[in-house]
T-cell receptor, first 112, second 113 residues
């Protein structure tokens, strides 16, 4: 029972590089979200999706793109990495609002 | 813009003592979630509160929701060391229920022997 799987777990990038953080869930959840967590702060919502083909912006969407072509996958793309995007990124999924979000283990991203 | 404020942000308490963490939010919502995070780990769901007056209890933790006051509390009874962690509340304000959460800053709890 894998739950929410994020890859990679760690990544170091140079400023200006692009990359995709992968997120997959095997629980057939409709809702999926991406958050970033900076030291001493709570989680901030980047983008979210309420189903395949439907995405919307959260609190801090600039510099990130998402797509949701399948129920299972919700990749997060950094278009041109900046040091300010150094953070821990969490993906989460849930069936609906009556259930809690299930979180992946996170991706620790450093941008030099 | 929805604001979610937790207090205290840091809490050091002795084993066996009781304490309450508060979560205030600035807009109407009837869904609130509590999570726990251990250092370097992911978030674990504790409680889902779905209506005004909701109360949930699990072990030494009890959570409640007052939507009229826009306030949730997480009460700790007879704290033990294993409860040391960071606790987050999250408020749902999405057009589709449960889709869009705003988190508080977290309360870092340390339980000392």
């Amino acid at each position: 029972n894998a739950g929410v799987t994020q890859t990679p777990k760690f990544q170091v990038l140079k400023t200006g590089q692009s990359m995709t953080l992968q997120c997959a869930q095997d629980m057939n959840h409709e809702y999926m979200s991406w958050y970033r967590q900076d030291p001493g702060m709570g989680l901030r919502l980047i983008h979210y999706s309420v189903g395949a083909g439907i995405t919307d912006q959260g609190e801090v969407p600039n510099g990130y793109n998402v797509s949701r072509s399948t129920t299972e996958d919700f990749p997060l793309r950094l278009l041109s990495a900046a040091p300010s995007q150094t953070s821990v990124y969490f993906c989460a999924s849930s069936r609906d609002g009556n259930q809690p979000q299930h979180f992946g283990d996170g991706t620790r991203l450093s941008i030099l | 813009e929805l604001k979610v404020e937790q207090n205290p942000l840091f809490l050091s308490m002795q084993e066996g003592k009781n304490y309450t963490i508060y979560c205030n939010y600035s807009t109407t919502s009837d869904r609130l979630y509590w999570y726990r995070q251990d250092p370097g780990k992911s978030l674990e769901s504790l409680f889902v509160l779905l209506s005004n007056g909701a109360v949930k209890q699990e072990g030494r933790l009890m959570a409640s929701l007052d939507t009229k006051a826009r306030l949730s509390t997480l009460h700790i009874t007879a704290a033990v060391h294993d409860l040391s962690a960071t606790y987050f509340c999250a408020v749902d304000w999405g057009e589709t229920s449960g889709s869009r959460l705003t988190f508080g800053e977290g309360t870092q709890l340390t339980v000392n022997p």
